[in-house]
Each structure stands twice: as structure tokens, then as C-alpha cells.
């Protein structure tokens, strides 16, 4: 008789726990199946933006300026040419670093519910003025003489007068962007931000070409990549 007892003791014991535990274990494996449908709902809803024009259309410049830009001085060109080249290649690496940081931070935003946060707008800020930075001191290396870098320090001073009122402009905008309720989500800014370089890569030969007018007796006799202009 005492054995029966204790089996019904151990029973009811044994129900009384998983009426505690059931719950916990179905609301968790509800939560993963919710989870692993959004992140299944974000891998199929949009092109990654790694995929977006912005990055096709800076390799095309690069193609253009390696193969299409000629100017009559050798030595101006090889300047701009490396100037332009390195540019382009810093803005492609940076906001392609920024593409994918972007799609994993919508990744987490969505799975777990969050829809408010600074990093499109911090990351953005970020990605511009490293770009800024990293364009002003490229050529701060071994890899340049000190013949070179004099030359780069005048064409970049007159580079810079056109094309830094341009980055503030981005600078001012991106933030009206990350903040507005007319689009969706992040990816749909991100995009918009995206497209925006696309006018501001597309002046920036338009800069250079400005600058080259600007340059006449400057850099005369230096030399540059081993050719004198």
C-alpha cells in the first residue's frame, strides 16, 4: 500500500513539473521557429546591398580611369590617375565593409524585434569620414617618394577645395535620411544612401578636372612615378 502511495506521490510530482516546464519549452521552440522564419523572410525580401549599383558603377570608373583617361602632360596624368584610382578604391572597400555590417545588424534588429537604433546613422557618419581621412593620407607611405607626396599635398589642396563642399553636403543629408519616415527600413536608407554616392563618385571626376585647370606652373620639373611633368 505504501509503494502505491509513493507512485502516485512520484506521479503528480513528476505532472506538477511538466505542467511548469511544457510551457517554457513550447513558448522557446515557438520563439526559434519565429525566428528562423524572419531571418528566412529577410534572406529572400531584398537584394543584398552588397549587390547594389553604387559598387558596379565604381569598378566602372576605375575601368574608365585606367584605360580611357589621358591627359596631354604624361607626369599630370599618372597623378591623377593614382589619385582617382586609390579614391575610388577606399570608397568601394568601405562601403562595401558597410553593406554587409548593415545587412547583419537588420538581421538582428528583425529577429529580435527591434526597430530603433543609431548604427545606420553612426555607421554612415563613420564610413564617410574614414573615407576622407583615408584619401588625405594614402600616399603617407614608403610607397611614395618625398618628391611624391609634395605632389600629392598640392593637388590634393586643390582637390579638396571641390570636393570637400560635396562630402559635407552628404554629411548633412545622410542624417535626414537615417531619420525619415518615408522609408521603410534600413535597407530601403541604406539604398538611398548608396545612391547618393553615386552622384557624388560621378562629380568627383568632374573635381579632378577642375583641379587639373587649376594646376599650371605648380608642379613643374617635379616628378612623379618617374616621370617628369
Not at 9 to 37: D, N
Not at 117 to 141: D, I, P, Q, S
Not at 159 to 188: M, Q, V
Request: with cysteine.
Amino acid at each position: 500500500m505504501g509503494n502505491v502511495e509513493i507512485g502516485k506521490e512520484i506521479v503528480t510530482g513528476v505532472f506538477a513539473v511538466l505542467v511548469v516546464i511544457l510551457p517554457i519549452i513550447l513558448t522557446y521552440r515557438f520563439s526559434e521557429k519565429k525566428k528562423k522564419k524572419k531571418e528566412e523572410a529577410l534572406a529572400t525580401s531584398h537584394v543584398k546591398l552588397k549587390h547594389h549599383p553604387v559598387f558596379a558603377r565604381l569598378k566602372a570608373y576605375q575601368s574608365y580611369i585606367k584605360t580611357g583617361f589621358f591627359l596631354e602632360n604624361k607626369g599630370k596624368q599618372e597623378v591623377f590617375r593614382n589619385l582617382l584610382l586609390n579614391e575610388i578604391q577606399i570608397r568601394h572597400d568601405l562601403l562595401m565593409e558597410l553593406a554587409e555590417e548593415i545587412e547583419q545588424c537588420m538581421s538582428h534588429c528583425l529577429v529580435e524585434g527591434e526597430d530603433e537604433c543609431n548604427k545606420l546613422y553612426n555607421r554612415n557618419l563613420e564610413c564617410l569620414r574614414n573615407g576622407v581621412e583615408a584619401l588625405n593620407r594614402y600616399y603617407k607611405t614608403s610607397d611614395y617618394t618625398a618628391d611624391e607626396q609634395r605632389v600629392l599635398d598640392t593637388v590634393m589642396a586643390k582637390f579638396n577645395k571641390w570636393y570637400e563642399p560635396r562630402i559635407k553636403r552628404l554629411e548633412e543629408t545622410i542624417p535626414l535620411i537615417c531619420g525619415s519616415r518615408f522609408y521603410a527600413d534600413c535597407y530601403t536608407r541604406q539604398a538611398v544612401i548608396f545612391d547618393m554616392y553615386l552622384g557624388t563618385i560621378a562629380d568627383m571626376i568632374s573635381d579632378a578636372e577642375k583641379t587639373i585647370s587649376e594646376i599650371n606652373g605648380d608642379l613643374r620639373g617635379m616628378v612623379f612615378r618617374g616621370i617628369t611633368i
